[in-house]
């Protein structure tokens, strides 16, 4: 869902959605603010040459901070945070300007836009840069930068991947950084202060294309966030999760191989900005970046057709190309003659903000600062007559003057009560009211005035009730420098009423003198007199004779899905329930409602008993067959067709063996298969009594009379005469003989010798001797892999399946931040045989994750399977085998199950309270198995682990130790320094 316009186009206001606020993104490691003590710590930070220590408030290059070897803010603190794309034609070059004053390039364009760049920052009033950051190595992106850093000394760090190339404008470049080059990579974050950091979210990757070793970072300013990414391609997006991003910098210039569906997806943004020239030979923008930015919904905005862009954000509202971000009703200093470019000591005016943007300046004044505006001394004939003053009130606030005083050398005199002067106004104080009317032609304001205004030199002081001289006027060079003369009947004036120097220059002679006050009356006596009867403009007061405007009220519930105001008509607060504030644009969610009390609140379930299909919004019994298998495997295996579930075909368990009876037992859930002697019997005595084997058939029975003859007819046994009568022709069994009338069986033929795993030495009747015969498919057989009975199978001994023996063996769920970033869980092959995980699953209370076609888990090895593949990388120092899990691994109890691509469970754990397990493993620990022989199915089989450490991933050596200090305000920023593994290569976070 995309955030909406506020009060004036393109300003968009956070409405609570996911990464509004979050985090941003957890886990970096920020430059954090150093408390030291000016003068004893020093600022040198190995980023330039020599070293300086912070040298106290004369320090010219950097009042009160470290001096120009040490970044201190360009510009004063600003009321916004600017990101410019300036237009450089094909190229980037883009401009972070911190509420807090800290200047940033990203980029520079191509080797001759250093004047255009320079030129554009002279005109902002930007003359010192921080800090640069260069994406990546190519010449439409650092071509100017040696330029850049030469004209700018004040750049302390130059940000890159640390990458070099072998251009020209490489070694330029690398020249003019020299020991400022700082190497960032993912996980690091630069605080440009007030709030706003620079998150590292992918840098160098060794890749053989430089766009794909882009640095990329994310922006975050309060609620407000921005993505640049250089020539980010759909390869560096794979492995980009953003969150919430709200301006988006659009990767390569808007070439077809960047801005990804997948990376759209995942940020949500609102506005794009495309630097690219007009003309370019690469015919940037391509048409599908642009379909794909059009099918998102984003506000696209481009250098070539717009010129140079800015994005304006507050920390809560942001706007692009668009006029100042501002609260109606807000001021702020200005200068009259300057516009908005006011330094401070030069701010004497004030600017009001209506209908989002800032008003024209006037002038400013603080509260109270009243006026003396002139000065009535020396007066024809008797001065009591004659003599005034003048009081101007140049603020914006009615002045109560209770407690106020004009005073000379010689006296002072005190303002009557209930007495006020309105803004913008005059009020002549004279020293006798009958002659002062009969001279002027109106009554003063107030009379009694009894101060001297001595003719040959005096000083008038006007006094707050706190007896603070908030004025003075003196003349006749009785106070030094004041040299002004007034001849009878003239007076001394102020020459401009916006202007107080508090010097002779502010001031000119009048003639002849003329009051500008006069007529004041009091508007009112009471609250009452003053009250409108309304309620929605707030209460109106009586203030020293005058009625004072009260304060709208305000109707502000709390409740942020409410449209709050107050109702001119009924002239009552009125908070009315917007259900469209709520919608989550979730049709499985239920349609979310907005209640006055409470709030949002979420929807009901559309699909009770069933699952949810978002896409088609629509309720369906299954998505994958797995989610269809009853695990029973006499009615066969079920399937999922079109969001319904199919019963399987019941199993065939016929085994082709005439005399077994053949069924599947729905007691054991197993195919049966009985021997029948019965059906083998051929009804002749003398062949004995044949017999039924499940793997054979029928099997002839013993001779009944042995060494003897059989007489079938009597069913009798008869003794021989000679060796004749015994012999049975048969080779394999020897040769009979007749011995006192009985015959004696000869001796077999012995064919054990030939005997093999999966043959039997057996004898061959018609040849006369010995041949290897394969055992009966079937039969069992060991062939030493570890994973138990193996099968004969047409005389080769086939290796038994090791799937079962597959084992979870570590589960990391409850981690420090964002869980997207750390989560894992680690598998172990206790056998001798790799296992192809293809179409394996693994399992939690709230879905199922496929692992990618391919991967294999080799023999008496570990596998780590994990969220996020550059957050593991960041955290642990190695590679995850396997990334993208997307199951929740519930902190608050869950059930992690692995079952192969037949649907069936091979190994399980819990934690939590799930399935009556007890273990729980605090944040930024995890449960291990504690030995690998060993597979209960119960808790006992777990430990905790502190740290969590992966058992699978590429070791990988962590850089050695370095530390950056950074700007003047003392950041500091760590890169990680891991120890050296004992028993596994893991790196500890």
Known sequence: MHRHLSVFPLVLACLGLAGCGEGSISGFNTLSLMTSQVATVGCGNNLVSGTEECDGVDDSACPGRCSSQCACPATEIRANLEVHAIDVGQGDCLLIWSPAGFVMLVDSGTESNDANVISYLSSLGISDVDYTLVSHMHADHLGAMDRLIANFSSVVASFDSGRSATTGEYSEYNAAAGARRVTVGVGDTIDLGAGVSVDVLHANVNSSSENINSVVVRITHGATTFLLGGDCETECEDDLYPGQIDVYKVHHHGSYNGSSNLLLDRMNA????ISVGDPNPYGHPHPEALSRLDAHGLVVYRTDHDGDLVVLSDGTNFSVNAPLICTNGQTRSCCPNDGDDCQPDNQTGTQTCSDGAWGPCVDLFPPNHLLISQVH???????????????F??????????????SDDGGSWTFPSNLAIQPGTYMSVARQATGFSLLYGFDPDISGLSTALTNIGDRVTLRDPDNLDVDSVAWENYVSGWSIFAATGDSI????VSVDTNTVEDWSITSPAAPRGGGYAPSCFNHSDCDDGLFCNGTELCEAGACLAGTAVDCEDSISCTADHCNPTTDRCENLPNDLACDDDAWCNGAEICTPDVGCQSGTDPCPGKSCHEPGDRCVDCFTDAECADDVFCNGTEFCSNGTCMSG????????ITCTLDSCNPTTDRCENLPNDLACDDDAWCNGTEICTPDLGCQAGADPCPGKLCHEPGDRCVDCFTDADCADGVFCNGTETCSNGTCLSGT???CSGLDELCSTGVCNEAAQGCDLSPLPDGSFCDNGDGCGDDICLAGICEPASCSDHLLITQVHYDTPGTDSLREFADLFNPTAVDVDLTGWTLRDNLGSWTFPAGTILSAGSFLSVARNAAGFRSFYGLSADVSGLTLSLSNSGDRLALHDNSGTQIDHCAWAGTDGWSINAPSGTSMERMDLATDTD?????????????????????PGPSIIYLPSRNFQYQIPVHPLPTLHPVNFP
Not at 493 to 496: F, K
Request: charged share 25%.
């Open 748 to 750: 077999p033929v012995d």
């Open 938 to 958: 119960t808790q006992t089989d777990w430990q905790l682990r502190t740290p969590a450490q992966p058992m699978g991933g590429s070791f990988k050596m962590s």
């Open 649 to 656: 075909t019941p199993v065939d368990c016929a085994d082709n």
């Open 493 to 496: 004036e102020r020459l401009e």
């Open 270 to 273: 609102h506005s794009a900005l």
């Open 377 to 391: 001394y020396d007066t024809p004939g008797t001065d009591s007559e004659e003599e005034f003053v003048d009081i």
């Open 393 to 406: 009130n140049p603020t914006e606030e009615v002045v109560v003057l209770d407690g106020w005083t004009l």
